[in-house]
């Protein structure tokens, strides 16, 4: 379950702060899309929610891109920023803060809890020897390595020898601290599999890391010796913190951490899953100060089978997918699909094949003709019937009874994909329940009360299942709610809670009798592979 203030009715979430080595690509496409649909499903909730993303602007991935490039290196990061921006508006992103690491602002809060470190005595200068990868901007121990020096997140870069002085964080001072987080807080890394490999990592010793550097003048001055800029990730975790500052305030750690902290929920992949679950904490620590809610790392894509990357050709560009199939398919797809968690596959003609099965004809269809019967039989408005009318034997008030619950608790523990298989156990009983009873020969028979009892529970259903899957395919279902009569629009975030909470629309007999049905069209057009 995600971790939830009790006191605070806030809920502060977070996207990784994206490098702008780049173009955004599906990685971080789908670690957006998913925290997009966990805030929207909390302020269904009726939370105060917080979608923190951005862009992680320094270090020498950055810095080297821009001199490749020959263009200023703030320029380089103008430019890409933007186009997280552009994608995030096509996705239907609604993020509350965009934190750009190489915001003035952000150098006021690193330099205050860089400070706070440092008094502590937490900070020391060393010699740094190792290899680092500066593509993870990590140094990477020789047994983590394959053969040619190389990262295995990186196979087609050398990691770099380094040996230069630098100063330290004194991460083993915590080792304890941080083992005894993991055992009173067992959900604080999620899932599972990914709080053993950190259990497993920590219990080996953790080791200071370095938190400076020497060469690398596209970053903020250490504060106490400006020949050195800040580590690339000291600065961008605390990227998360300057994102909690209102607009107009002044930039300082209270002004920052007032509202929205301790941050709720992380939610990162799982190759960052150690600066974020083991460094992360411990940096807080040091300037004692609590400690974030939770980190779930979720698993990697591949396309077709194959792991992506530029040098194999075969990269999948977010833009193009979005503008080819737009928002809901995609964000539908890698929500439903891929377990989140788990290592997921994208490949073209299966994602055609589901969410036309699902969208187009499971969903769409079912309201199609639904509202083409409910005009012909009905004068085009909802039966006269509510809830309580309706036979406590009908197969689908049984499952719509206790599904909101149900599905409240898959969206809590992240796990999408059961959220919609619930959901679309409703959707498909929907179709068979209308097949066998078949309302045009009721309506032969001149069995109207029964006709209009069968019309109301199919419509009934088909609300409730775009209200539960609303967080994911926020497009289609405003359109069904639209056509069922309302004006409610799922992607009005400030009006939301007002207009449609949770706890009303997530229950069974909500369609009001006599509401006017708006006119019938197809919510999700089938897609074709071109
Ligand atoms: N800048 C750091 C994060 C700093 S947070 C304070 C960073 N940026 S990143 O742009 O490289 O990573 C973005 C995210 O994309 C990470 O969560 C990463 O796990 C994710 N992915 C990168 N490739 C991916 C796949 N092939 N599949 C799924 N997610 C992947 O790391």
Avoid at 110 to 138: A, H, N
Avoid at 173 to 182: C, G, N
Wanted: glycine share 6%; with cysteine.
């Amino acid at each position: 379950m995600i971790h939830t203030n009790t006191t605070k009715n806030t809920f502060a979430i977070t996207t990784p702060l994206y490098y702008v080595n780049d173009l955004p690509h599906i990685g971080s496409a789908y670690t957006t899309m998913a925290s997009d649909a966990v805030a929207r499903f909390q302020r269904l909730q009726g939370k105060d929610v917080l979608l923190i993303t951005g862009t992680d602007e320094h270090g020498q991935k950055i810095q080297r891109t821009a001199e490749t490039q020959g263009v200023d290196p703030q320029v380089h990061c103008d430019k890409i920023a933007a186009g997280f921006d552009v994608l995030w508006q096509k996705l239907n992103i609604q993020y509350d803060r965009f934190s750009r690491t190489t915001a003035n602002r952000h150098q006021a809060i690193v330099k205050e809890f860089f400070m706070r470190v440092w008094d502590k005595s937490d900070i020391y200068l060393s010699q740094q020897q190792g290899w680092y990868c500066v593509s993870c901007e990590e140094f990477k121990e020789q047994r983590e390595l394959l053969p040619g020096n190389r990262c295995s997140i990186h196979p087609n870069q050398e990691a770099e020898w380094r040996d230069e002085q630098n100063y330290f964080f004194r991460l083993s001072k915590y080792q304890k601290q941080l083992e005894e987080l993991y055992q009173q807080r067992p959900d604080f890394i999620q899932p599972e599999s990914r709080r053993n490999e950190v259990l497993s990592f920590v219990s080996q010793g953790l080791q200071d890391f370095s938190i400076s550097r020497l060469n690398v003048d596209w970053g903020f001055p250490v504060p106490v010796d400006p020949s050195h800029t800040i580590y690339v990730w000291f600065d961008a975790l605390l990227g998360y913190v300057t994102a909690l500052l209102d607009p107009d305030s002044e930039a300082t750690l209270d002004n920052a951490l007032q509202k929205w902290w301790p941050i709720n929920l992380h939610l990162i992949g799982k190759d960052i899953l150690r600066f974020h679950a083991v460094y992360w904490p411990a940096m807080l620590m040091s300037a004692s100060l609590p400690v974030t809610g939770q980190v779930f790392g979720h698993g990697f894509l591949t396309k077709d089978g194959q792991k992506m990357g530029k040098s194999l050709g075969n990269t999948l560009d977010p833009v193009e997918l979005v503008d080819k199939y737009g928002a809901d398919a995609i964000r539908y797809y890698f929500l439903k699909e891929i377990e989140f968690g788990r290592d997921g596959d994208f490949s073209e003609t299966r994602f055609i094949d589901i969410v036309n099965a699902d969208l187009a004809n499971d969903l769409g269809n079912l309201l199609n003709r639904t509202l083409g019967m409910a005009k012909k039989y009905c004068q085009g408005i909802v039966p006269a019937l509510t809830g309580s009318d309706i036979s406590q034997v009908n197969p689908l008030l049984e499952i719509g009874l206790d599904l909101g619950s149900k599905v409240a608790r898959a969206y809590e523990s992240l796990a999408f994909s059961q959220a919609c298989q619930k959901i679309f156990t409703l959707i498909r009983a929907s179709n068979k329940f209308l097949d066998q009873q078949a309302p045009w020969s009721l309506y032969k028979q001149g069995k109207q009360q029964e006709v209009e009892q069968v019309l109301y529970t199919v419509l009934e259903s088909v609300r409730l299942a775009a209200y539960l899957l609303s967080p994911i395919i926020p497009s289609i279902s405003t359109e069904i709610y639209k056509q069922l009569g309302f004006a409610i629009d799922f992607s009005q975030k400030e009006h939301i809670f007002l207009a449609a909470p949770y706890v009303s629309h997530a229950s069974w007999g909500v369609l009001p009798q006599n509401q006017k049905l708006g006119k019938p069209k197809p919510v999700f057009a089938r897609l074709e592979l071109t």
